[in-house]
């Protein structure tokens, strides 16, 4: 079984502030993505990496695969109460093509107050 | 916005019911998902499908039975609701698994209590 697990599980910080959320695992992935949840919906993709050592930019998210694709992080700068959800992790198998859906880490729950 | 979307969005019963929940989207994706989001456990892999009768189960799958007899409907069946299955459940599509990129598009959860 395939696990990931990210760090912290809390996290409340006040507006402005940077801040970084792990996604570890001692399994290798053939990709990873990262969601934001908001509260009554579901999650939502915000970024795919494939390769290892990627990175990849949304506006103040940094988005960042380890060079083994065991281990991600994601990276906020100047964070705004916008920013505030659930983050979570989710890797693709990586043989078999991953019909068999994604693994979730348990997220990050983040609070940014004004 | 990928087209999906999930019924009931909130659903209450009594333990020892059947309750059947319905995924419909509207992409023509080939995968579909079930998952349920608890507390402490994150989201869990219940049943999935690869095409139309074509499933197979995920980690969580007892109590849980699924059908697809059409590529845009994917329904979740609990022949008889315990009240560890109180939980919400998510219904996500993909058409991009073969590829290698495993994206997921989420409906937007239907929330089941069993008493």
């Known amino acids: 079984t395939q696990l990931l697990e990210q760090s912290p599980q809390f996290l409340s910080i006040q507006e402005g502030e940077n801040l970084t959320v792990y996604c570890n695992s001692s399994s290798v992935f053939s990709s990873l993505q990262w969601y934001r949840q908001e509260p009554g919906e579901g999650p939502v993709l915000l970024v795919t990496?494939?390769?290892?050592?990627e990175v990849k930019k949304l506006k103040r998210l940094t988005f960042q695969f380890g060079d083994a694709r065991k281990d991600s992080s994601l990276h906020i700068t100047a964070a705004q109460p916008g920013d505030t959800g659930l983050y979570l992790c989710a890797g693709a198998g990586g043989t078999g093509g991953g019909a068999d859906g994604l693994t979730f880490g348990k997220g990050t729950h983040l609070i940014i107050q004004p | 916005d990928a087209g999906i979307t999930q019924s009931p969005r909130h659903k209450v019963t009594e333990t020892g019911t059947p309750v059947t929940l319905r995924c419909h989207q509207t992409?023509?994706?080939?995968?579909m998902y079930w998952y349920r989001q608890d507390p402490g456990h994150g989201l869990r892999l219940i049943h999935y499908s690869y095409g139309v009768k074509d499933t197979d189960k995920g980690e969580v799958s007892d109590g849980y039975s699924v059908s697809r007899s059409k590529t845009e409907d994917f329904l979740l069946t609990l022949e008889s609701a315990t009240s560890s299955q109180t939980s919400v459940y998510f219904c996500a599509i993909s058409g991009t698994l073969w590829e290698g990129t495993g994206e997921l598009f989420f409906g937007e959860g239907s929330r089941l209590t069993v008493l």
């Open positions: 992409e023509n994706h080939r995968y």
């Open positions: 990496v494939v390769t290892g050592g």
